[in-house]
């Protein structure tokens, strides 16, 4: 993964005088994720004696996997030069039609089924109207935002609808320790971080990002790859919606409401170049866990929510202005 | 440069919360939290001072926390950061009627008492330990249903301004309502025309109580069993002029109503007192804590101000038999 | 030149036509929609929606968005009604001079987020619009300044005035559009907001001082949202930390991209905004005579946003042909 990054990077500089190699690897947004990461779990510590515990801190991550895991997507879709605000929304509604479909008597599998297909069909409607009619993603999908989450309060209404008990607690499932929401989040940054750094395809989708003209040019199908990646968070944001449901036991239509920002937070913070062709799945990796653990820390130490907001919109915006001044200074 | 600025502040802040935190630690009296619905709700400012009277006359820590918005997981990370605090007693107002079962079980499993106050998890009643109501939820349709009869001559067009569809509480006052306007004698010259609902947002009730008066012309009053709902009714009818007319009543707090009251605009409306349900939610999870209180259904206790309290079927604890009436002679009294 | 201006013209009229058949619509169906009663739920509805939109507008036209405007309605509001709830004998007027250079200083410092540190103006705004409403919560204790604390002046103005008894807030709405109009039609800046926003590489060229212009369509923004943040204040009488202004942005970019400004930058007019307001506040009259359950809005006005789009698109499409076919 880091490999390849390397390259890419290395390609922007051609014609610069080499860096030290402690500079190629240290300077990079990347690092300034991890260190924010060890200061926030010290600064956590310190605020609440309560706060390091390794079976809380992983308990309160299940109750962010669900952006996280879209989040690792949606990684991919700003290294590709667009954007996606409507998963949270996604998610609602996959999982109300999920939830609604199997109170009406569906059979479990198949109500699944509907959740998932749900869920692609809408990354299919999103990719159509960026790829195929060439509108502006951002636009785009905070109109399917709002629109997706409309059709699932028409679903269903203002009442919460209730799943099997079966089906119930999948974050009180752990394997060897971990709750499986947690390990469903480590693989999948795994799977995704090897193909975005040592295939092909990911290699293409930073090309795109960086000039998506210059990429067709190369042969590069930046369309088909686009519509891939739009299909992929549709699935993965159903799949996150119904995992939420699991965790709930109850599907409602503000399933997941403002998770939009926390998923665009956790890319940011993680150094994902908001103009595209740049992040890694390293950096959302670590970010989900800052998130986490600023979030975590400032609840178990009963700060008003006021503070966290504030917190994160201020995190937000220093992400993105550390992340261009890196990147600005490694191109130079 | 902006890591080292970064660094320093995060540590500043460190070191001098460090400070407070050990100070605040190491005293073995009763924690107590409650849990609002949402921060900025003005209703719960006078709960939770409810509770901070009560945890200081009995000698317990007391925080109240609340989510930024108030929808259905926003409580879950607060309750969890309390069941890792450690906590004695969770009093909460809870968003959801079945979100949050399974970190309620979580908390009990740890020995904490788990309160609904202010309302119940419908449906879920065994999710938690008891839950503390302003008064009988049973009666509130029939004491509103008579206060808008009163104020209109029991006769004419009614109807109901809502919160959401599914609120739980106000649905099952409005079915008290209309049980109340179908059997009794006294209201047969009353007609409920329409209930709709405004979701306890300003802007949404203002229209549906704007579309009310268009669609029924010869409309008489006007019941919002919700906060939201009788101000925005209220301030309709005001700004229209048509105080005369179509008379709004409900439930109200008297600190957003109490100029609606003194120009006219509202004769009188109904709550009851949020101070008490704190108060009484204090002194019950004291009590049942410490094994002084037994957490049983007909079992009897007493509160000081509030008399000999029963605890009602459900596990279900009123504060008060029946509503209080707001009016121009009394609004000043209330300050909450 | 001309065709790209009579497709504009084209535009407005198709929503003003959109506007009456739906008002046609509905009043068969419901005739006491077609009185002189629902104009004035529908006016009495619009008046923050079209200041923002003013203001909105400005911004999308130089080709940026401004999603934190709900967070600085809600800011301004907030201090102002502190104001009033702590100082009382401050004479009351005075709350509209500092809810809207609250507004302004706000929206500026959005404006040099953008242009200073060459951001994306919509991850620097989704940035404000927390941090803005988080030191909402933080200067207000959480707590909400109610109705008693709002000079009964202030209120009277969303209820009447001398003039016909139509409410000052119409009135003041009104002034912002025509000022809008005015300041986009006939300075120098209104036109460079224009050229800047169809094209920013060019802009520099052109003599344009492309810092300078962006701030101050974000100043303006922020502005407005201040203006529009006492007028919440008079309109509904009370200021709460979590409510006032939240979703705000969303009603006003759909009215905004309903009304014909291309989010693309350097094209839309005033006249297509206010027709989007109108539209959106038809709606929203229309739906609870209906008796259309209020879950139903918000899956409308996603619609409405994407179905605007698509126009938007197609208008353009055209606008493109048919400029190419003028050259051919």
Redesign the interface.
Known sequence: MTTVERRSVAAGRESAPPRPLWHTVLVRPETMTLVLLVVAVFAASALSPYFLDLSYILRSFTLSAEFAIVALVLTMIIIAGEIDLSPAANMALSACLFAYAQAAGVPMPLAILIGLGAGVLMGVLNGLMVIGLQLPSIIVTIGTMIFYRGVAQVIAGDKSIRVPDWFIGINNVFIVGVPVPVVVFIVLSIVLGLVLGVTVFGRQIYQIGTNEIAARHAGIRSRRIKMILFILIGFVSAAAGLMTASRLGSVRYDLGLGGELQMVLMAMLGGTYIFGGRGTILGTFLAAWLLVIVSTGMTVANLLPATQLTVLGILLIVSIIATNAIYSRAQR | M??KT??GL??G???T??GF??AA?AQDALKMVFIGK?????YF?SLTNGFVEGCKALGCEF?F?????A???SQ???I??QI???VDVIAISPN????L??VFDDARSKGILVLTVNGDITGNESHRDATILPTNFDNVGKDQVEMVGSLIGYEGEIAILSA????PDQNKWIEGMKATLASDAKYAKMKLVAT????D????S???M??LL??YPDLKGVIAPTTVGI?AAA?VV??RGIAEQVKVTGLGLP??M??FVKDGTVTAFQLWSPYNEGWLAAHFAKGVKEGTIKNEVGSTFEVPDLGTITINPGNSINTQAALTTFNAGNIDDFNF | MTTIRSILGRREAGIFVMIVLFAIAVGIAKPQFLTLNSLRIVLLLVPLILIGAMGQMLVILARHVDLSIGSVLGFSAMVTGMMFRYHPEIWWPLGFLLSVGIGAGLGLLNGVLVTVFRLPAIIVTLGTLNLYRGLTYIVSDARQIDRQYVPSALKAMSQTSPIFGIPWIIFISFAVVFATWWFLMHTRLGRQIYALGSNPVAAPLRGIDVTGVTLLVFTISGALSGLAGILYASRWGFVNPSNTGAGFEFQVIAAVVIGGVSINGGVGTVLGTFFGVILLGCVAAALPLLGIAGTTQNAIYGAVIIVALLIDRTVRRQGVKSLARARA
């Open positions: 902006l890591r970064l660094l995060a540590a802040v460190a070191m919360t460090a935190a050990s630690m949402n921060t900025g709700n003005p400012d925080e926390v609340a989510p930024a918005t929808e259905a997981t879950i990370p607060f969890e950061a890792q605090r450690g959801s009627p079945d979100a079962n399974q959401t569809t599914e609120a709709v609902y405004g979701d947002q300003p802007e949404k203002t229209t549906e704007e579309a268009s669609n101000a301030q005001q700004s600190s957003e109490r100029d």
